[in-house]
């Protein structure tokens, strides 16, 4: 037998998966677990499985908080930020009255992870990234990496759209600022047509 993944749209799978259809959740998993992984590796390295499932939990479980035409995407990212910055805080001890978010991975501590490192490039492009606020690295991962709309990135940082360019812009800059101080080219940076408006 072969198996055949459910086919919808993201809301009417997760509809169908809280109300208990496994398929629908198996299929809305492996839209979206190479990208979530991917968001948490890029900080934390290769043991991140506890968050991911936690993330998938957690878009099930506040189902109610997705509003009529949001979309599910951009919601779960926004709760895998969510979840990062709580993980972060309780690694470092930092109390939950301070923006983690503002601060570097190179200021936390975090060492880099020999996963993302692979050539030159990469790995430079990775140390720069490292350099910059989780709030910046996160904003360019959702736009260039993981390919999120303008509307879908608002939606995970629940922000405006108008301050999604804004940061959007800032954060180039400071990336920029970082390749350039590691002894790189601003060329090997994604271009601006890279990320989806």
């Known amino acids: 037998m072969v198996y055949r993944p459910a086919v919808g749209s ?3 799978l997760l509809d169908a998966w809280c109300a208990g259809d496994k398929a629908a959740g198996d299929a809305l998993i492996c839209r979206y677990f190479d990208p979530i992984c991917r968001f948490f590796r890029g900080k934390l390295g290769d043991d991140v499985e506890d968050l991911v499932q936690r993330t998938f939990e957690i878009g099930t479980a506040r189902r109610g908080d997705v509003r009529d035409g949001a979309s599910f995407r951009g919601f779960l990212f926004g709760v895998a930020r969510n979840l990062l910055l709580d993980h972060l805080r309780r690694r470092y001890r930092r109390g939950e009255r301070e923006d983690i978010s503002m601060r570097s991975l190179v200021d936390l501590g975090t060492s880099p992870s020999e996963a993302v490192q692979r050539g030159e490039r990469e790995s430079l492009l990775f140390e720069a990234m490292r350099r910059i606020s989780l709030d910046q690295q996160i904003i360019l991962e959702l736009a260039y990496w993981e390919g999120l ?3 879908e990135i608002a939606e995970a940082l629940e922000i405006g759209e108008n ?3 804004s940061r959007l812009a800032r ?3 400071a ?3 970082q390749v350039e101080a590691l002894g790189g080219s601003s060329t090997m940076l994604p271009s601006d047509g890279a990320a989806k408006k």
């Open 10 to 12: 993201d809301i009417e």
């Open 149 to 151: 709309s303008g509307r």
């Open 163 to 165: 301050t999604v360019r």
């Open 171 to 173: 954060a180039r800059v």
């Open 175 to 177: 990336l920029r600022t």
